[in-house]
């Protein structure tokens, strides 16, 4: 009877293996995902992969992760974006971080050392805090991704409801133009956990920097 | 007359716009976003691999990355992380670029502050280095270029050790660890001396540097 009974499992179990197993066809977009990495890995440079089904953004080196940021949620508006590197074109903000320049002469950022509290916080040097936390990534041919943080501060939830609001009527607008001049169309909008986590992003970002978005 | 006017112009304008909006709507729902159903994302034409060739190319994928000790650099954290896979073997904190900017009074020249960022390899490994300060470290300080290389020896800023990942670019000590978890440099990155003698000891040449 246990002799049976073993046979009956073992036979079910023989006829689900190769549907659930290492058998089972790879879909076309996880072949095209591993190729399009592939591609940006055999480079020395960074890049960034943007997974919507998995809320994360991951900045990677020859196929390891570097650094991950989580995504709250996302909206996609438009055409779909092809399974590719694409390159950052420009990246903007409604207020860009200033570079400070130094005087010749005068103790600068770079060369001055903290002997005082005043001087240790106000160096004039660029730092994350003074990165943007609302911005948006141009990867051109109509593809835009926005990033907002998820924030409780007055001024940044201000912006996040204008934003909201003026996409609601832009986007439709958009597209209307973009179909009249026969013009591809993509808009992402990110909303990312903090402050901090767009600070960070925008921080990591660089002109050029490949991104590959996925689900 | 002219309240009229004004009236029928907003009226159509906005009949305008709302009907606009909703061909943009209409647009996105039942043509653009059609073929992104389910997808989002489009693959593209691509020939069909087998479950072997597809598992050859996810090798040759983790095979990029190193396979022995690297070092990562965060400049926004200001943070060293030595990884062996993605272990960390050591993390120490460490000043990056300022993203000053500097230029030569009358002159052409300009030099940004920044880290470069990308993939490196440790190209050079010195104890006790000597510093041949550039121009710009002259001209920072409101001083003319000396053409004597003599004068441009410094024997003392960069500490005990230094690695050297290319075009001038250091992982070396400081003088400054007040200022250690700041983005204060001129582009080297500044490791704090107890850190950066482990970190010198641990890492040998041409090992790979990412900087982010």
């Known amino acids: 009877m246990t002799a049976r009974r073993i046979l009956i499992v073992g036979a079910i179990l023989g006829m689900t293996l190769p549907l659930s197993g290492q058998n089972k066809s790879p879909s076309a977009p996880d072949q095209k995902l591993v190729e399009s990495e592939l591609v ?19 900045l990677k080196a020859r196929g390891m992760t570097l650094k991950t940021w989580p995504i709250a949620s996302w909206r996609i508006w438009g055409k779909s974006v092809p399974l590719k590197g694409l390159p950052l ?27 005082t509290a005043k001087d240790a916080l106000d160096l004039g040097v660029l730092e994350l805090n003074d990165m943007p936390v609302h911005f948006s990534l141009d990867f051109g041919n109509g593809i835009v991704v926005s990033v907002r943080p998820k924030t409780a501060r007055f001024w940044p939830t201000l912006v996040n409801v204008w934003k909201g609001a003026s996409r609601i009527v832009s986007n439709p607008l958009t597209t209307v133009w973009a179909v009249f001049r026969r013009k591809s169309l993509t808009r992402i909008d990110l909303v990312l956990p903090s402050e901090r986590d767009a600070q960070g992003l925008y921080w990591a970002y660089l002109d050029g920097h490949y991104t590959i978005i996925y689900k | 007359m002219i309240k009229k006017i004004l009236m029928w112009t907003f009226g159509i304008g906005a009949v305008l716009i709302v009907g606009l909006m909703i061909a943009g709507y209409a647009l996105e729902k039942f043509v653009l976003s059609k073929e992104a159903k389910g997808a989002t994302i489009t693959a593209g034409k691509t020939a069909p691999l087998t479950p072997a ?33 993605q272990t960390v073997m050591k993390e120490a904190i460490v000043s990056c670029g300022s ?43 409101g001083e003319k270029p000396p053409a004597d290389y003599n004068e441009r020896i410094d ?11 290319g075009a001038g670019f250091f992982i070396h000590g400081t003088l400054y660890t007040r200022l250690l978890g700041r983005n204060v440099t001129h582009g080297c990155v500044r490791v704090g001396d107890p850190d ?9 040449m041409g090992s790979r540097i990412y900087i982010y």
């Open chain 1, 40 to 58: 940006l890995a055999n480079r020395p440079i960074t890049y960034m992969m943007i997974n919507m089904r998995a809320k994360t953004i991951a």
């Open chain 1, 89 to 115: 074109k420009k990246k903007s903000a409604l207020k860009s971080p200033k570079r400070t320049n130094i005087t010749p002469g005068k103790e600068g950022g770079a060369n001055k050392d903290a002997n």
């Open chain 2, 99 to 141: 993203g000053d900017i500097l230029e030569e009074p009358g002159g052409k020249r300009r030099w940004v502050f920044d880290t470069p960022r990308g993939e490196f390899s440790v190209t050079s490994k010195l104890v006790n280095p000597t510093w041949i300060k550039p121009d710009w470290a002259f001209i920072e300080e």
């Open chain 2, 196 to 204: 950066l003698s482990e970190i010198f000891h641990m890492i040998p």
């Open chain 2, 53 to 85: 060739q597809v598992a050859q190319l996810v090798h040759r994928l983790k095979s990029q990355a190193p396979r022995s000790l690297y070092i990562v650099v965060d400049t926004a954290a200001n943070r060293l992380y030595v990884k062996n896979d």
């Open chain 2, 155 to 165: 024997n003392d800023s960069l500490g005990d050790y230094a690695l050297g990942f």
